[in-house]
C-alpha cells in the first residue's frame, strides 16, 4: 500500500525551517525590543554609544568564530587595496545606519518604526534608478506611490509624532538603501559574496572607528555629565545579553539564508513586523491607532505586491537563462567558438529585499 503523505527527510527539513524562522523571528524582534528598552526606559539614551558596543563586541565573537572555532573560512580575496575601497565605504554607511535607526528608538515608538521603514522599497527603489541599477516602471512608481500614501496615512494617525525621530529614522534608511546599493555594486557584482559573520568580521572593526567622531561630539559630554550627576545604572551583565542577543541575530541569519528560500524569508519578514506591532505596543503600552493600522496596512498590501512581483521577475529571468543555457549546451560540438563568446553568467541575485528584512 502507497503511503500518502511527506518522506522522513522532507519532514525534517520542513521542521528545520520552521525552526530556522522562528530563531530568526525571536532574535530580530528581541534586539529591537531589547535595544528600545535599553535607550528609552532603563536610563541608558546613547544610541551612538550602544551601537559601538554592538560593533565591538560582535567584531570579538565574529573573529573566535573565524579565527579559533573555524565555523566559516575568512575570504582570500580581500586584500589591503579592496578593504579600503570596497569594504570601509560599505562600513561607513553601515554606521550611519545604525546611529540613525538606533536614535529614533528615543524618539519614537517601535510599532511607528516598523511603519515607517515600509519606505524602504521606495528609497531603494529611487536610489537603484539614480544609480542606474534599476530601470523606469509606470507599474512600479504607482507601488512606490501606494506605499507613500500608506506610511503618509500612518504618519498622520500617529498619537507621539516625534519630528526628530522621524528625520532620524528616515536617515538611517538612507543609508541603509546607499549601503545595499553599494553591495551590489562593489561586492555581489564583483563576485565578492559575504555571509553574515564574514560581514561582521570584515565591516564592523570600521563602523566602530567611523562612529568615535560622533561618539566624541555628540554623546561623550552628556555620558560624562550623567554619570556624574547620577551615575549610570545599566547593569554590565545587561549589556553583554544584550551584545549576545545582536551576535545570535546574526547567527540566525546564517542559519536562515542557507536553510530557507527567498520566499520564506520574505514571508518571515511580513509576520516579524506585525508581531512587533503588537509586542511592542503590549509591552510599551504605546497606542496604535486604527488610523496607524489602516495605513500600515495600505503599505503592507504594497510591500507584499512589491516583494511578489521581484520574486517572480527573478524567477523568470533565471528560467529564461537557464533555458539559454541548456539550448546552447545542445549546439556545443557545432560551434564551440560561439558558446565561448557568449559564455553563460548567472544572473546576479537581488538581496536588497532579503537584507531590509534582516536588519
Known sequence: MKRIGMSEPDLVEAAASYAYVTLWISFSAGVILFNKWLLAYKGFPFPIALTMFHMGFCTILASMAINVFRWVDPLDTINRNVYMKKIVPIG??????????????????VSFIQMLK????????????????????????????????????????????????????LMGLVAEALRLVLVQILLTSKGLKLNPITSIYYISPCSFVFLILPFVFVELGPMLQTMKL??????????????????GLNIAVFLLIGKTSALTLNIAGVLKDWLLIGLSSWIFEAPVTPLNLEGYTIAFVAVCYYNHSKLRSLKTATRKESTHDVERGGTVEKNSAMENENEYHPLPQDKSQAERGLR
Open 92 to 109: 561607513a554607511l553601515y554606521a550611519a545606519s545604525l546611529w540613525f535607526c538606533n536614535s529614533a528608538y528615543v524618539y519614537l515608538s
Open 118 to 169: 515600509a519606505l524602504m522599497p521606495v528609497i531603494v527603489y529611487n536610489i537603484g534608478i539614480a544609480a542606474k541599477l534599476e530601470s523606469f516602471d509606470a507599474t512600479k512608481l504607482a507601488n512606490m506611490a501606494v506605499i507613500s500614501l500608506g506610511v503618509a496615512v500612518a504618519s498622520y494617525g500617529e498619537l507621539n509624532f516625534n519630528l526628530t525621530g522621524v528625520i532620524m529614522q
Open 230 to 247: 547620577h551615575g549610570i545604572s545599566v547593569d554590565p551583565a545587561l549589556m553583554l545579553t544584550n551584545g549576545f542577543v545582536a551576535f
